[in-house]
């Protein structure tokens, strides 16, 4: 009995040692992973954003990240001149509209691996208010490349930083501020720097990163701002000539550059154009070699059209595009190409009175055998409405006696 007592005694005191200890190693293995704030100190309450940035106004407030052999360090400041500009703060959202379900203690019981965790999962809060943008997002390019695992996609804040985000659009008119137009490119270059050096050296990318031209189509232009499709698939490429022609077809945009506005037109009155719209309208998902516009102007490094290199004026440089789909084009094969421009007097005069002669011609022919055949058919209808009746002819009587045979007049002779 005293075995059995002994033991219960032993087992007891163990257990009072853990529950003593158990803290104190709880506490040890969680701070080993725990963000390590610097430059901060604990709130008891956070009332306004003022109290926020007691702390999050100084430059030396940051947090590391991750396990203790490789931990990242984020900073937490917030410059209150910028924030204080935000369209955020503009509205009345406060700090806490955004970090829903901070605590009123150090970290404010945020806990992250890492700093691309933290901005993945803080990122989520944007969908509260955007919920339409947000459930664009979800149908993008970005958020299925986030579904298969690639942490790495872009999520709101990547593009939108919450502490500095300014007003996009203009609220009367909803067009891209100008000021904030050429911005655009150089978000998307933080993830795609190799597609913006191409585009920044490009016709468009110098007028709108170097001149600041608020006309000259940035990245969301052409691939879209929050349901960003796929530009490798095929529907894409099919819907691309679409594109291009918001700008291109633009009167009073392509007037200021003295562009032709019908390189939609002339695109689809082609063989390409033509086969490239029918499929687009029947099969979207179909494959197709025939060319749309980047196939011969480029997509990211379109040149000037008289550029010496790239550009398609130079006879050159559009033979080598030709041979592209026409390896066995001659030096004369591109003359057959009139441009996206309607021949006139100035621009291909000869094709010009070509299609004016048969302009009158064709017209002339069958509007000759149409006239023909209008003059004969009322001919004959006139005809028959003066035509004079005939009376109808009496027919003799037939004789109802049976004639005699040859054998029978012989007889009758003799």
């Known amino acids: 009995m005293k075995i059995w007592q002994n033991k219960f005694n032993l087992i007891s005191l163990a257990i009072l040692i853990m529950v003593l200890l158990l803290p104190s190693v709880g506490v040890a293995a969680l701070q080993k992973n725990a963000p390590a704030f610097e430059g901060g100190q604990p709130q008891t309450s956070i009332n306004n954003d003022a109290e926020c940035l007691t702390c999050h106004s100084n430059q030396a407030m940051s947090v590391k990240f991750g396990i203790q ?4 360090t984020y900073s937490l400041f917030v410059n209150p001149d910028i924030y204080n500009t935000t369209v955020h703060k503009e509205v009345g959202l406060g700090c806490v509209g955004c970090h829903v379900g901070f605590k009123a203690e150090m970290g404010h019981g945020f806990n992250f691996n890492s700093v691309r965790e933290a901005t993945l999962k803080l990122s989520e809060a944007c969908g509260r208010c955007h919920g339409d ?14 579904a298969t695992g690639n942490v790495q996609a872009a999520v709101c804040s990547d593009c939108h930083s919450p502490h500095s985000i300014t007003r996009i659009k203009d609220q009367q008119t909803g067009a891209t501020n100008p000021a904030t137009h050429y911005l655009i490119s150089t ?12 585009y920044s050296q490009s016709v ?31 529907e894409f490429r099919l819907r691309s000539p679409q594109i291009c022609a918001k700008c291109h077809t633009d009167l009073n945009k392509m007037a200021k550059y003295g562009l032709s506005i019908n390189v939609m037109n002339t695109y689809v009155s082609d063989f390409h154009g033509t086969t490239i719209t029918i499929f687009e309208k029947v099969s979207p998902d179909a494959e197709s070699n025939k060319p749309v516009c980047y196939d011969c102007h480029g997509i990211h490094d379109i040149a000037k059209s008289d550029d010496p290199s790239k550009g398609l004026q130079i006879k050159e440089n559009l033979l080598k595009t030709c041979q592209k789909c026409h390896p066995d084009a001659t030096a ?20 010009y009175y070509i299609n004016l002669f048969y302009q009158f011609l064709i017209p002339g022919v069958l509007g000759g055998m149409g006239l023909l055949v209008l003059l004969d058919f009322g001919r004959a209808m006139l005809d028959r409405l003066h035509k004079p009746k005939r009376k109808p002819t009496a027919h003799p009587k037939l004789s109802t006696k049976p004639t005699k045979t040859e054998e029978e007049q012989d007889g009758d002779g003799n």
């Not at 978000?187 to 191409?198: D, G, L, R, V």
């Not at 189509?217 to 349901?227: A, K, L, S």
């Open 69 to 72: 052999e490789q931990k990242e």
């Open 133 to 146: 943008l947000n459930d664009a997002v979800m149908d993008g390019v970005h958020a299925k490349q986030l």
């Open 187 to 198: 978000t998307c270059q933080k993830c795609h720097s190799e597609i913006f050096a191409k």
């Open 204 to 234: 468009h990318g110098s007028a709108s990163v170097a001149d600041h031209n608020p006309d000259a189509p940035t990245c969301t232009d052409c691939h879209g701002v929050h349901n960003m499709e796929d530009p490798r698939s095929a």
């Open 332 to 351: 004369n094969f591109p003359d057959s190409w009139t441009s996206h421009y309607i021949p006139d007097t100035e621009k291909y005069p000869t094709v």
